[in-house]
Nanobody, 127 residues
Framework: QVQLVESGGGLVQAGGSLRLSCAASGHTFSTYAMGWFRQAPGKEREFVAAVTWNGGSTVYADSVEGRFTISRDNAKGTVYLQMSSLKPEDTALYYC????????????????????WGQGTQVTVSS
């Protein structure tokens, strides 16, 4: 069992930056691929980025490629999402999620393949 707690959200002007953190409890965190998703009001939850269990591979949604960076620190049990050049359309509730297949080298973009979820942190980008 893994519990995930996101933090770091807030209000930022367009063009600004934020770093989201997701702290995980449980000794199995370091064996799981991790993902970030987001959900804007009235829209479905969408994939943002994912990273393999060892940080060796990442994948991004086209809409954030080149602006967002996902990383992890297994010693701290934390995964990060560095967001730069933020746009109003990045406004959403951001969730982190864990794929509980240990040492999985494939990165899923479907939310249905993730087993554990945090409660989310709100990011609002003003124009």
């Amino acid at each position: 069992q893994v519990q995930l707690v996101e933090s770091g959200g807030g209000l930022v002007q367009a063009g600004g930056s934020l770093r989201l953190s997701c702290a995980a409890s449980g000794h199995t965190f370091s064996t799981y691929a991790m993902g970030w998703f987001r959900q804007a009001p009235g829209k479905e939850r969408e994939f943002v980025a994912a990273v393999t269990w060892n940080g060796g591979s990442t994948v991004y949604a086209d809409s954030v490629e080149g602006r967002f960076t996902i990383s992890r620190d297994n010693a701290k049990g934390t995964v990060y999402l560095q967001m730069s050049s933020l746009k109003p359309e990045d406004t959403a509730l951001y969730y982190c999620a864990a794929d509980a297949t240990t040492y999985h080298s494939y990165l899923y973009q479907s939310q249905w393949m993730y087993n554990y979820w945090g409660q989310g942190t709100q990011v609002t980008v003003s124009s």
